[in-house]
């Protein structure tokens, strides 16, 4: 697993989110708020768990990412209901989106520092 590749794919969430705002798309809601049908979540629901689900900084990456794709998930959620401008202010500065971004990637890295070159 590329952590940084991961962390780089969950901060264009933003841009995809931003996305279907634009073409007024419909998500599956289901899926974006799932923690475990991205390439990162199948990895720390599989070979992570089964090597450092003891590691601290492991069970924060988990924490931190479930609760980036509970607020994605909203968003997406706001974006189905055509709420484009509710759904627009939710992905702003300070918000509770953006600080789950800004958590998981930091969560990412975190775990990056901690396992090293055994990812």
């Known amino acids: 697993m590329d952590l940084n590749q991961a962390a780089q794919a969950h901060a264009e969430w933003k841009v995809k989110l931003r996305m279907a705002i634009a073409k007024k798309d419909q998500l599956d809601v289901r899926t974006v708020s799932a923690d475990n049908c991205c390439p990162l979540g199948q990895w720390l629901h599989g070979e992570a768990k089964t090597r ?3 590691l601290p900084a492991y ?12 607020e994605a998930g909203a968003v997406a959620a706001a974006i189905n209901q055509g709420l484009y401008s509710k759904a627009e202010g939710m992905l ?3 918000t509770p989106y953006a600080n789950a971004t800004s958590a998981v990637g930091s969560a990412i890295l975190g775990l990056k520092k901690e396992v090293g070159s055994t990812v």
């Open 59 to 70: 069970r924060d990456v988990v924490t931190k990412h479930a609760s980036f794709h509970r």
């Open 92 to 94: 702003g500065a300070g």
């Open 52 to 54: 450092w689900s003891q």
